[in-house]
């Protein structure tokens, strides 16, 4: 079994950065694609970013450019930096990850079996 814990979340002004973190414990494999959610009121779960065990990322058009996926192995801890924050963004950010060796659909939350509980990220202009 496998425990994704999310954490970094806050209130910022528009143009403000954050950084989520999301700590992954249980049984670690070694192909895995790990990607970031987040779900607006009223509106349907939707993928951020996601990465492979390869580094290979992806990211939804919206916020090309602003933030960037990352992993620290040695922790078991995936990152999600957001730069140029917009109200927009605000939202309740999930980690999610399935153990398989591509990122296959990664925008889909169908293609995840793992998920964390989410962490409320406010923008305010």
């Known amino acids: 079994h496998v425990q994704l814990v999310e954490s970094g979340g806050g209130s910022v002004q528009s143009g403000g950065s954050l950084r989520l973190s999301c700590a992954a414990s249980g049984y670690i494999y070694s192909s895995y694609c790990m990607a970031w959610f987040r779900q607006a009121p009223g509106k349907e779960r939707e993928g951020v970013a996601s990465?492979?065990?390869?580094?290979?990322?992806n990211y939804a058009d919206s916020v090309k450019g602003r933030f960037t996926i990352s992993q620290d192995n040695a922790k078991n801890t995936l990152y999600l930096q957001m730069n140029s924050l917009k109200p927009e963004d605000t939202a309740i950010y999930y980690c999610?990850?399935?153990?398989?060796?591509?990122?296959?659909?990664?925008?889909?939350?169908?293609?995840?079996?793992?998920w964390g509980q989410g962490t409320q990220v406010t923008v305010s202009s």
């Open positions: 990465i492979d065990s390869d580094g290979s990322t």
């Open positions: 999610a990850a399935v153990y398989l060796e591509y990122c296959m659909g990664w925008y889909k939350t169908i293609s995840y079996k793992y």
